[in-house]
């Protein structure tokens, strides 16, 4: 593990290190200390990376004309459009390529250009271009192609369509493979040959800047397009798409498509459109479209201008989702009963195939890794070939395993930690026996456990609506650039419940002397089984804001958990059964001295001869001294039992206050005496002590010779002199008692543990 991590449940926690001066140069700009704290863990160090999060400076991004045949492509568009060529956009089934179409769509339609668009069939043709669907769409008169979302790997189909004599421009995000089409033109971020500032763009963000090369001018009314492209996407929210993405949300709020605008009424969604509700109403449902059927219902729902149209396209898109929803949901449960019912629980990867709908295989491979925490490949089986998705985990690198025996299969491609491939059935065991045993040599090399960065550390006393509010100034969140997470430390479970129609997820409530939050987890909730009531624990999480029925409060989603282990155990109040206590463990006390069973007096701990792995405290010890022997004993375990026959501090009402009290009643005596006897009442009444209380302060008073008592009379020393309360071994007696009687009586076990313990 490396410095500054620590272990909790799921992950590596990093705990996150700060540069106090720059901390400063942040505040000097009037950012709050949070945000400077959250920006400096995530090492940004750079004031100008500040400024992109905070200044308009930035506001139309890098000039478009930097990206590689930016300059040959707009020549050859405008040269369609002045002859009138047919121009086809060529999308991608997703939500990115969905609205990368769109926007270009609609960009050339607004410069007079003769456009049309097609979205290949994900169950018929398949991801990219495809020869069949190049040869119709040239045949039909198109003499020029230009793809979005998707290309940069379609070399054949280029070829194919230079031959028949149409030009085509690719843009493209996707991986540049060893082999680039022989397009017109490529405007591709990471192109080899060019130089553009950022390489993260989505395939709309791509689409975008063709538009602001096209149109001379930047056309931030199609930012609400490049939004939710980006956001469905899951590039990086950094740079030039946070810019983006962030202007695009400002439009959907001010003037949103009348489609989105519909939809989002269907979801009873009335407030503000941010990151997620793109992220978790908008892309989901777009992304439903070519998962149960065409993606062109897209397009126009998207360019729908006519309320009742954007309605009724609205609907069917609701129903697309709620058909996914359920074939995903049915295709997880029969997933899982095969893993289940099978020696598949026990693999390293586990594959499983069936006949399953095509279009949400991602979707269930990814929920079988979360439960399982293992590489998944879910197949649907057709005419004896296995086709599907690959989720990975730990930063095992599917791909790149896969790419080992790539003979095996029929096509694959993705990345570490997603893939979709095809194979045939006959390969299966050949390629389950590679994988499986790819991962058994990664998990002798590897800790099983990503790495989490924490951004805050905080106490449940510091959590509110006002450090929430005060954290949106850094949105939007998305890759790269997650919301805060903040790591609550020391709070103990109020309450632990199970939610859902089959309790799949986890609601804790956690508290402090000062308040509780209500905690929930979606995802893998068997990973925190062993967290129960009563446990202190360091919770990770994310803030955010619950709304039902009209109100809100303050909720966080659980990350990962830390059970704090304490040396010390809390049995304090529970009328403890000695009887119980193991005959090999030390009891101590102020009382019981009984060696033969391990009963011994504080007084008497250094004559230990044995040493015990736990140690009970069956009362309070009178000082401090004794536990920090007790500690130094090692133990693996203190019990704090603490079941005092009489508390001291209740039944005697001294203290420094009242001391100095009853000197200055003796001193405002004009022979300086006082009878108590005759004045009893009174200096009980004044000092607000008892008789036995007063007894112990007149004695602290003789030891500090600060008085004589004679004949029941307190009589002031005339040669006193001032004096440190401290000399009086009463009163040092007394405080020392006092003290640990608060401490052990009135602390929490964590404020107790950090005092004493040695861990």
Not at 142 to 152: E, M, Q
Request: aromatic share 10%; proline share 3%.
């Amino acid at each position: 593990m490396k410095r500054g991590e620590k272990m909790g449940i799921k992950y590596n926690w990093i705990y996150p290190s700060y540069d106090e001066n720059f901390i400063k140069e942040l505040e000097s700009y009037s950012i709050s200390k949070n945000i400077a704290k959250i920006l400096n863990a995530r090492s940004i160090t750079d004031m100008t990376v500040v400024k992109k999060y905070f200044s308009d400076e930035y506001e139309e991004g890098y000039d478009p004309f930097l990206m590689h045949d930016m300059q040959k492509a707009v020549g050859r568009i405008n040269e369609a459009i002045e002859n009138e060529e047919k121009i086809l956009v060529y999308g991608d089934y997703d939500a990115d390529g969905i609205t990368s179409t769109v926007l270009l769509v609609e960009t050339l339609i607004s410069m007079g250009a003769n456009v049309s668009s097609y979205i290949p069939n994900r169950f018929e043709e398949g991801y990219g271009p495809n020869k069949e669907a190049f040869t119709k769409i040239i045949n039909s008169g198109i003499s020029l192609i230009i793809t979005v979302d998707n290309g940069i790997a379609g070399v054949e189909e280029v070829d194919l369509a230079n031959e028949l004599g149409c030009d085509v421009i690719v843009t493209d995000h996707h991986k540049i493979q060893d082999t680039m089409p022989n397009a017109y033109a490529i405007i591709h971020p990471e192109h080899p040959d060019g130089n553009y500032p950022f390489k993260k763009l989505a395939g709309v963000g791509v689409a975008f800047k063709l538009a602001h090369a096209l149109l001379e001018i930047f056309p931030d009314f199609l930012l609400d397009l490049v939004a939710i492209g980006t956001i469905a996407d899951m590039v990086s929210i950094t740079d030039e798409n946070r810019i983006f993405v962030k202007q695009g949300l400002e439009l959907l709020n001010e003037d949103p498509r009348i489609g989105l605008k519909m939809l989002l009424e269907l979801s009873s969604i009335d407030t503000k459109i941010d990151e997620q509700t793109v992220g978790f109403y908008i892309a989901p449902k777009l992304n439903s479209i070519g998962r149960m059927d065409s993606a062109k219902l897209g397009l126009t729902f998207l360019m729908a201008e006519d309320p009742v149209t954007a309605k009724s396209l609205a609907e069917q898109i609701e129903q697309y989702n709620i058909e996914r929803k359920k074939v995903t949901e049915d295709i997880v449960k029969d997933v899982i009963n095969k893993i289940e019912n099978s020696d598949k629980k026990e693999k390293n990867v586990i594959m499983v195939s069936g006949e399953y709908h095509e279009g949400v295989l991602g979707i269930v491979a990814s929920n079988i890794v979360e439960r399982y925490q293992k590489p998944v490949f879910i197949m649907n089986e057709k005419d004896g070939v296995l086709k599907g998705s690959a989720r990975s985990i730990f930063d095992f690198n599917i791909y790149v395993a896969m790419n080992k025996i790539s003979d095996l299969f029929v096509a694959f491609g993705g990345h570490t930690l997603a893939a979709g491939f095809s194979f045939e059935q006959s390969n299966f065991e050949k390629i389950e026996d590679f994988l499986d045993n790819e991962f058994e040599e990664f998990k002798q090399h590897n800790e099983l456990k990503s790495s989490k960065n924490i951004d805050i550390v905080t106490s449940l006393e510091d959590i509110s609506y006002q450090l929430l509010t005060s954290l949106d100034v850094l949105k939007p969140y998305g890759m790269d650039f997650e919301k805060p997470s903040i790591l609550i430390e020391n709070a103990m479970v109020l309450n632990k419940a199970y939610f859902g129609s089959e309790k799949q997820y986890l609601r804790l409530t956690i508290a402090d002397e000062v308040g509780n939050l209500e905690c929930i987890s979606f995802k893998d909730v068997s990973a925190f089984d062993k967290v129960e009531k009563n446990d202190i624990i360091d919770l990770l999480c994310t803030l955010d804001k619950n709304n039902f029925n009209g109100r809100s409060k303050l909720q966080a989603h659980i990350i990962d958990i830390n059970i704090k282990e304490f040396l010390f155990e809390d049995l304090r109040f529970m009328n403890y059964d000695i009887s119980k206590i193991d005959n090999t463990s030390l009891k101590l006390s102020k009382y019981k001295d009984d060696k033969a069973s391990n009963f011994y007096l504080y007084k008497d701990i250094d004559k230990l001869d044995t040493d015990f792995e736990y140690i009970y405290l069956l009362d309070i010890p009178n000082s401090k001294d004794y536990l920090e022997r007790i500690t130094n004993l090692n133990p693996k375990k203190v019990f704090l039992i603490c079941e005092e026959k009489e508390i001291l501090s209740d039944l005697y009402l001294i203290d420094k206050d009242r001391l100095i009290k009853l000197f200055n009643l003796i001193l405002s005596t004009n022979n300086k005496q006082i009878n108590v006897t005759q004045q009893l009442d009174k200096l009980l009444s004044v000092l607000k002590t008892n008789v036995d209380s007063l007894k112990i302060m007149i004695q602290i008073f003789k030891e500090l010779e600060l008085i004589t008592f004679v004949n029941n009379t307190i009589i002031l020393n005339p040669n006193y002199k001032t004096v440190d309360l401290k000399k009086s071994p009463s009163f040092v007696k007394m405080e020392s008692i006092f003290e640990m009687e608060n401490l052990l009586l009135k602390e929490s076990i964590v404020n107790i543990d950090k005092l004493f313990s040695k861990k």
